[in-house]
């Protein structure tokens, strides 16, 4: 089969890299797409995968509109011209190629249908199917459910192996004590009129963590010249092995937010979306491996803090426990999504018929 990728996002690449790994194993073609993403092209580089560069994103709305119907000619063209089986990805290109070519698109998407209003107009109708977290809910009839997220893609212990090397590098032992801070940017189309952590904020929390251990930072933005002490550093490929080992996970990353609370560490989010995303909401009120507030209940978040940094001994065994049940409830997203590109579209039918077919992916 001729398979081609997009990725839009660093997180993409973590999410597809041990699937496009595995579907090469088994023999298929693959061209990988990206966008001019500096961190999502050296992680497709540390991991060994060839990419087409895309060239720049754009910020702006009648930007990104632009490129994007540049981008639907590139690919479209690329698509007829190497005879592509299927398209996998989170992108809008895919979905809307796929109904002037041959091509058939699985749109990977882990976003409330409130949250994207544009993709959900826009990719949504064009997508000939859409695989989504079961905490999800859609109104189309596109849309396959399946037990786990996004993160759960790399994350999930057949595929996650932290190298404790990179810590000890650090000088870091075993068990101490050090916290992760992540800024993001919020200049997705999703994210307009959304806010985050303040720079005010910033100050008080990194004041708050340094009697405690070492603080690291993030950042998607440029690092403010105040917080250069805090940099993290390791290289964008070792950063989830870092957060693995630390005490806390503080930000306004959806994504990173996520990720520690599968990874098992205790993560608290400051930022508007609290509350309104499906994943993040089931990670905190179902198995109790994060925390959500908004900016303006900065005093909520401070008070969850404080009251974390009293129990500091005692989070790690409790979190573990949380994440086995997380794991006990999930599946390998990994391996389902081989097996679902490999045998679609009768894989579509199959899930559609019988849902529980994918428990055979734990």
Known sequence: MRILIDIGHPGHVHLLKNTIQQLKKNGHIIYVFVKDIPVAKKLLTVYGIEFIDLGKKRTSILGKLFYQLKYNWILARFVRKNNITLGIGSSITLAHISKITKMKSIILDDDDDEMQPFFVKFGHPFADVILSPDSIKRKNKRT???AGTHELAYLHPANFITEFGIIKNLGFKENDTYFVLRFVALQGHHDIGHAGISLE??????QMLKPYGKVFITSE???ESEFEEYRLPVSPENILTLMSYSTLFLGDSQTMTSEAAILGVPAL???TFAGKLSIPNELEKKYQLCYAFHPENFEGFIHKLN????NLPSLKVEWQERRAKLFNDKINVTS????????????SKIMNENPN????FK
């Open 144 to 146: 396959i459910y399946y």
């Open 336 to 347: 389902f999504f081989v097996w679902f590109i490999e045998n679609y579209p009768n894989s």
């Open 269 to 271: 989010k400051l930022n």
């Open 357 to 360: 077919h994918q428990y055979n």
């Open 307 to 310: 009251e974390l940094l009293s």
């Open 201 to 206: 904020q910033k100050r008080i929390l990194i």
């Open 221 to 223: 933005k440029e690092i």
